[in-house]
């Protein structure tokens, strides 16, 4: 019911029923009919306008259409929409789970070592070829609003207003073209405000659109919004079993690494437990040093009693470690709220409007994030929480309401799955592969059976290990090359991925192939040439 037909196919159909059913009444009126049709048939039906949402490390555990037992306590009933009018995909991966580079593969459909993007520190070529700028060339109007992280001017929008960076929660800057402003209010509602006062200006011409919404939540350090300062406030989160993790299942990056709640995570930005001297700190001034009287007071009549009761209690070791949990999931989950209320407003406007009858609304975030498993928060390693992440997909017609995809689907696929759905040829500089049929319901039977993984910053904050690697959704190899360590999981018995049974003599010949897999992947995407590497 929901094949997909090219759309060249599927425009000349829906001309075909529109003009049967408006002229094919009286025979008098046949007359008429002869001399329009030439008319008619010149109407070029107009193409799918695309809504891109994109926040900055959103787990799937914490979006409630995953099912995850964390979300029970703290639904997103707006993000569940567009899974239940669309498609859930269950298996997206990212190609390299860290910020900048994800948006860069995600403009680029490349992965990180074709668009030169590899770790944050990096400033993106906006001479290459993206989508945004294909879409402009090929009749559509253009915009970004929101994190950009790319350091370099954004290309190929007609519209676009960026954070600086990472930007601010409260009161944040704004990039725009030859200007930087500071706009009051939280940071989630008034990216938001924007898209809608863009997307409604649309309203007056017949132009297709391209909108990149993108959020900076809730990227730490998890500032709650006004609206959202007291929920959850009385939710005991139930604790990963793995929070406390010794990591003596794996090797020396997992418990090397400079990311876990107990030692690093800060008491004073990470959980706003504010002392005098940390009062100080740059933190301070580009978090809660931002807010004006009214937003500090609103913040006060939370947080105040919360550092006294803390100070109170004088916490250590595991006590202080789960309270620290609690802390940050309520904060970070509260966080999601206020991007959940706000998907909201779009997706209210879309279905008012009309526009929704003809748009892609796609959801999904940079990379996915550690809440707790492994004892971790952040992202980087390509164990699961961080390196899978959301994706929601609604399109009207063409995507089965309440269908889920389980194939291996990356944002490598991104760019050439909108392309596709545009009618606008992909280069060959890009990498994925469109998931149009998937959307369909008709995944073709070459689909990937295997994806390339690559990170690269190191050494850098929270100290992840350079590692590349490849999965088939059950197995997964792990090479820490510059430590010449290697681990394998099967998440079919392992899946929290706790012990790595690299050296079990079982499963010596799974990785021997899986080992022929990565260097036939790493020859097809470039990562090493056939001529002057083994
Ligand atoms: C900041 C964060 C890190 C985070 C990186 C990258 N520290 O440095 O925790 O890993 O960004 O995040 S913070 O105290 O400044 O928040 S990314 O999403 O941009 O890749
Ligand atoms: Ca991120």
């Known amino acids: 019911m929901y094949r997909y037909q090219p759309t060249s196919m599927r425009f000349k159909l829906n001309r075909v029923i529109r003009f049967t059913s408006f002229y094919f009444i009286p025979a008098a009126l046949v007359a008429f009919f002869s001399c329009t049709s030439n008319t008619q048939e010149k109407i070029e039906p107009k193409k799918p306008n695309i809504v891109f949402i994109f926040t900055d490390d959103h787990a799937f555990q914490a979006l409630s259409a995953y099912e995850h037992e964390l979300a029970k306590f703290a639904p997103t009933p707006n993000l569940d929409r567009i899974a239940q009018h669309g498609m859930r995909f269950d298996k997206c991966y990212v190609t390299n789970s860290i910020c900048a580079p994800s948006r ?270 492994h004892g971790w928060f952040d992202k980087r390693f390509m164990y699961e929480e961080s390196y899978r992440t959301p994706l929601l997909m609604q399109w009207k017609g063409h995507i089965a309401p309440g269908s889920v995809n389980s194939d291996l689907v990356s944002n490598l696929d991104f760019a050439q799955t909108f392309l596709e759905i545009s009618d606008i040829p992909a280069p060959v500089t890009m990498q994925g592969r469109s998931l149009v049929p998937l959307m369909t319901g008709n995944t073709p039977e070459d689909w990937r059976q295997y994806l390339y993984y690559h990170y690269y910053e190191f050494p850098a904050v929270h100290s992840v290990q350079k590692h590349e690697g490849i999965t088939n959704g059950r197995y997964k190899l792990i090479h820490f090359y510059e430590l010449d360590e290697w681990e394998f999981y099967d998440l079919a018995t392992d899946p929290m991925e706790m012990n790595s049974t690299y050296s079990d003599p079982a499963n010596q010949q799974l990785i021997t192939t899986l080992k022929d897999r990565l260097s036939r992947l790493k020859r097809q995407y470039g990562v090493i040439h056939p001529r002057t590497d083994s």
Not at 188 to 201: E, G, H, M, N
Not at 274 to 294: C, H, L, V
Not at 333 to 352: C, F, H, K, M, P
Not at 356 to 369: A, H, P, R
Request: charged share 25%; net charge negative; aromatic share 12%.
């Open 104 to 373: 860069a593969t995600v403009l680029t459909g490349a992965h990180s070592h074709v668009n030169g993007h590899r770790t944050n520190n990096d400033t993106f070529d906006g001479s290459q070829v993206t989508f945004p700028k294909l879409f402009q060339e090929n009749g559509y109007t253009t915009a970004l609003i929101g994190k950009w992280h790319l350091k370099s001017e954004p290309t190929g929008f007609d519209h676009w207003e960026i954070l600086p960076g990472q930007g601010h929660y409260y009161n944040p800057t704004f990039i725009i073209p030859g200007d930087t402003i500071i706009e009051p209010g939280y940071v989630t509602d008034i990216i938001t405000d924007k898209s809608l006062k863009w997307l409604k200006a649309k309203e007056e011409t017949d132009q297709p659109f391209m909108l990149m919404l993108q959020h900076k939540a809730p990227h730490r350090e998890w500032e709650k919004g006004p609206d959202h300062l007291t929920l959850y406030e009385d939710v005991v989160f139930r604790e990963p079993a793995n929070l406390f993790d010794d990591y003596s299942g794996r090797g020396t990056a997992a418990k090397e690494q400079d990311m876990t709640i107990e030692k690093t995570m800060e008491l004073a930005s990470d959980l706003k437990i504010w002392t005098e001297e940390s009062r100080k700190s740059g933190n301070f001034k580009r978090t809660y040093g931002r807010m004006d009287e009214t937003q500090k007071a609103a913040w006060d009549a939370v947080y105040d009693p919360i550092i006294a009761d803390f100070q109170k209690q004088n916490l250590s070791g595991d006590e202080l470690t789960r309270w620290k949990y609690q802390r940050y999931m309520r904060d970070y989950l509260a966080v999601i709220r206020s991007v959940d209320d706000n998907v909201g407003r779009v997706l209210d406007y879309l279905e008012e409007s009309g526009l929704d009858e003809n748009t892609l609304i796609v959801y999904t975030s940079d990379q996915g994030f550690y809440l707790g498993e």
